[in-house]
T-cell receptor, first 112, second 112 residues
């Protein structure tokens, strides 16, 4: 089945540790996105990538990093510089810019 | 920059009532417009879309018309069901920004 997979579904980390969230798609989509969702704030764009080996900062990139070495994969690292990392993280992909996005099931990160 | 504004919730209706969720947008280019739905603990699912002015998107009894003159894309359904309870997001995507921009979401509660 084609789709977009995020793992793990739940993730717990100690404060000060870096953590990497996985996002894989087999839809042959060029564009991929990472969003953060907090209660009452909707979705905020962290990073996006239109093509392999290229990515741009979104609205809240500070404290996060990404890579796009393969078309299928767009991992997100939450670094210790992110002041409030506890949130629900959503990855998405689209065939190209200006087309609909398909979302993964999300990863809920809790930092204690 | 591009933005999406949608009515704040929560919206509470009785089963079989008529639903309208307002959405307006600002964009420098010619965006595609989307409605997504999110059920608790899950990612977003595309509900419907429209890619140019006067297009009507429809799915599962929901409809929305792309109104360029009023920069709006209001979501409507003639008779809601308890199973429609979810959070609804209006979104836009265009080549100019290369991003997908979301509204803050509207939580919908349907009472039996």
């Amino acid at each position: 089945d084609g789709g977009i997979t995020q793992s793990p579904k739940y993730l717990f980390r100690k404060e000060g540790q870096n953590v990497t969230l996985s996002c894989e798609q087999n839809l042959n989509h060029d564009a991929m996105y990472w969003y953060r969702q907090d209660p009452g704030q909707g979705l905020r764009l962290i990073y996006y990538s239109q093509i392999v080996n290229d990515f741009q900062k979104g609205d809240i990139a500070e404290g996060y990093s990404v890579s796009r070495e393969k078309k299928e994969s767009f991992p997100l690292t939450v670094t210790s510089a992110q002041k409030n990392p506890t949130a629900f993280y959503l990855c998405a992909s689209s065939f190209e810019v200006n087309t609909e996005a398909f979302f993964g099931q999300g990863t809920r990160l809790t930092v204690v | 920059g591009d933005s999406v504004t949608q009515m704040e919730g929560p919206v509470t209706l009785s089963e079989e009532a008529f639903l309208t969720i307002n959405c307006t947008y600002t964009a420098t280019g010619y965006p595609s417009l989307f409605w997504y739905v999110q059920y608790p603990g899950e990612g977003l699912q595309l509900l419907l879309k429209a890619t140019k002015a006067d297009d009507k998107g429809s799915n599962k009894g929901f409809e929305a018309t792309y109104r360029k003159e009023t920069t709006s894309f209001h979501l409507e359904k003639g008779s809601v069901q308890v199973s429609d309870s979810a959070v609804y997001f209006c979104a836009l995507s265009d080549y100019t920004s290369a991003k997908i921009i979301f509204g803050k979401g509207t939580r919908l509660h349907i009472l039996p």
